[in-house]
């Protein structure tokens, strides 16, 4: 259909060109004939009539002659016209008279001539006049000059003959003259119709090309892929059965490890990486299948169900190709993806349904760590859910649906509140009040994360500032992701903030897992170096539950070290977690670390973590997370900042 409307469009502009070019064209020929013909007439006009100006001085000369033998004007006319001056315009000439003082006009002359010089001898003659005259739309010039004596006058009237000739044999030129030029305007608009036309096709398929592929990778993009389905699949789809099985599989590829090349290396680099992916994928492709970048890092392949085809072969070739490194600023950097599958059309019938359904299965590989997954109705509700809350990020941000909420950090010796962790949650329209569990993987994996920090450290630091002005002086910890370790331009925005609002840099506390902390030590020995020259402090988060807890204990310059709460549960029951627990405890002890046991919700917990060594501590038992109102109202209630 779209085609049909190019080649009418194609053909409208053509004709309309064509159209206006002859147009053109016969406005110019006429404009061009008549200025012509004007000039040409004017021009042959004057060239007689000085002709005849000679002509008629040669008469007047032989008229003079005349005079002398005393004749009288009707007698002077008859010999006038025996001269030779008369003889060579006497086919021009119409009515001729002699005007005496004693007789105005001689009498013999024809009806037209009396005509004529009738309504000439009302005139009053100069000494010698000339002029025109109209008879029955005819134009006709006369002359007239008197005797040096002035008792005789010559009055000659004609018609220019030769003119009409010219005017003629002018006409005759330029109509083919203007027959030529209609032609040629006829040529030229053909061309120029045809290589307008033409360029108006080449643009027209450029645009076509631009608008359903992508200008990085050159893969078919998103637009295409509606395209397609909308105009091939449903045909199929149409005229097969469900019971048939699948006509084909929708499988969304993800890569797993794009953000840290953006972040890492900037957007050229990761734009460099998406190119030799692209190319990779392209060469797994068949021909009967489809390839398209969906956006940002990830790929949609329509897959061609056939009975000697399988796409677990696919899915396995694609893996391989992704997790192959891929040379980058001089050394090869590995991502890996995961990939989510739905058939078509058990898992879906519409490209929107397809798209969704294989994004859920693929954020289910995502977080099984498994590569890919298929589609299934049984997956887990929340999956649905992630997705959708995905999409949401960036508008929860400009709406400001995140707040903090604030848990107090004690001392167990006396239980003291000696510091606060500020803590997100995003304020759900819907779906209420959201703790980190449900959004915090979705933020880490999207654009949205170094926004969403920003926010966190803006907002934790203002409220810091707050308090104290209120005269509480309580250190507040946020947690960083181990994405926000990379962003070189993080504690720059620490260091404004903290400037902005005037908050001394010992009352704020950064805290990172262990496992972000170890993603790459270099790495987070810089951050941690930076982040000290602020005078801020530093937090190992969820401490005992990475491979490489104790090897790096020594590596980076801490201030805290919190035990992960999994092992504070279990220490009442297990002697072996407990015996875990008082290692941790003895180990920081000896680098100079002092150490928060995390999870604490009953009193022998708290009990046996203080017998143990572990000065601080942070749980239900001592206070859930709440609102600054909250927490402003128990510091200012509770005197000594007791909570136990």
């Not at 001689?106 to 009806?111: G, K, L, P």
């Not at 993009?221 to 084909?248: C, M, Q, V």
């Not at 001592?622 to 209630?637: C, K, M, W, Y």
């Amino acid at each position: 259909m779209s085609k049909l409307h190019s080649a009418i469009s194609d053909i409208s502009l053509r004709r309309r060109l064509i159209i206006g070019s002859i147009s053109l064209a016969i406005a110019v020929s006429i404009i061009f004939i008549v200025v012509a013909y004007r000039l040409a007439s004017d021009l042959a006009e004057s060239t007689e009539v000085k002709q005849f100006n000679k002509q008629f001085s040669w008469l007047f000369e032989e008229f003079e002659v005349l005079l002398d033998n005393n004749q009288s004007p009707n007698q002077l006319i008859d010999a006038l016209k025996d001269t030779r001056s008369y003889k060579s315009i006497e086919s021009d000439i119409v009515a001729i008279d002699i005007i005496s003082q004693q007789q105005k006009f001689a009498e013999n002359n024809t009806v037209n001539q009396s005509m004529i010089l009738n309504e000439l001898k009302e005139l009053d003659f100069p000494e010698s006049a000339n002029g025109t005259y109209f008879l029955n739309e005819q134009r006709l010039f006369w002359q007239f000059q008197r005797t040096p004596e002035n008792t005789f006058s010559l009055l000659v009237v004609y018609k220019i003959s030769s003119l009409e000739a010219a005017l003629e044999y002018v006409a005759k030129r330029l109509s083919i003259t203007a027959f030529l030029t209609f032609w040629l305007a006829i040529w030229a608009a053909l061309t120029m119709s045809a290589l307008i036309t033409k360029r108006f096709e080449d643009n027209r398929k450029k645009l076509a090309f631009l608008a359903m592929h992508d200008s990085l990778s050159g893969l078919k993009n998103r637009a295409y892929l509606h395209d397609f389905f909308d105009n091939e699949i449903e045909h199929k789809l149409s005229i097969s059965s469900t019971e048939n099985g699948p006509i084909g599989a929708l499988l969304i590829i993800d890569l797993n490890k794009f953000k840290d090349v953006n972040d890492t290396f900037g957007h050229a680099v990761g734009d460099d990486l998406l190119k030799v992916i692209s190319s990779r994928l392209q060469a797994l492709i068949a021909d009967k299948d489809l390839l398209v970048r969906y956006g940002g890092d990830e790929f949609v392949i329509w897959f061609t169900m056939e009975a000697s085809r399988d796409v677990n072969l696919l899915v396995s070739d694609i893996l391989h190709c992704c997790s192959l490194p891929v040379p980058l600023v001089d050394s090869p950097f590995e991502v890996g993806a995961s990939i989510g599958i739905a058939y078509c059309p058990q898992d879906g019938n519409k490209l929107d349904t397809l798209c969704k359904n294989a994004d859920i299965a693929m954020y289910q590989a995502k977080k099984m760590r498994n590569g890919f997954a298929f589609y299934q109705k049984q997956l887990p509700n929340f999956s649905e859910r992630q997705v959708l809350l995905r999409g949401q990020l960036s508008q929860a941000l400009e709406l400001k649906q995140f707040v903090l909420v604030y848990q107090p950090k004690v001392s167990l010796p006396d239980g003291k509140i000696v510091g606060l962790e500020a803590l997100a949650r995003w304020q759900h329209p819907i779906d209420g009040l959201l703790s980190p569990a449900v959004f915090i993987d979705l933020i880490e994996q999207s654009d949205a994360i170094h926004s969403f920090s920003r926010f966190v450290i803006s907002e934790a630091i203002r409220q810091g500032k707050e308090w104290l002005d209120m005269s509480i002086s309580l250190p507040i910890s946020i947690n960083l992701s181990a994405y926000n370790l990379a962003d070189t331009d993080i504690v720059p925005y620490l260091r404004e903030q903290l400037a902005l609002y005037q908050l001394p840099a010992h009352l704020l506390e950064v805290e990172l897992t262990e496992s972000a902390s170890m993603i790459d030590v270099e790495v987070t020995q810089r951050a941690f170096a930076e982040l000290r020259s602020l005078g801020v402090k530093i937090s190992i988060d969820d401490f005992g539950t990475g491979m490489s807890s104790f090897a790096y204990l020594r590596e980076l310059d801490m201030d805290y070290v919190k035990i992960d709460r999994s092992f504070v549960a279990s220490m009442m029951l297990d002697r072996r977690n407990e015996l875990v627990v008082k290692g941790i405890i003895s180990m920081c002890h000896d680098l100079d670390r002092k150490v928060i046991a995390e999870g604490i919700e009953t009193k022998e917990q708290a009990q046996k973590l203080c017998e143990l060594g572990c000065r601080f501590g942070q749980g239900y038992y001592f206070g859930r997370p709440a609102s600054a109102i909250d927490i402003t109202e128990g510091l200012v209630s509770t005197p000594g900042d007791k909570v136990i």
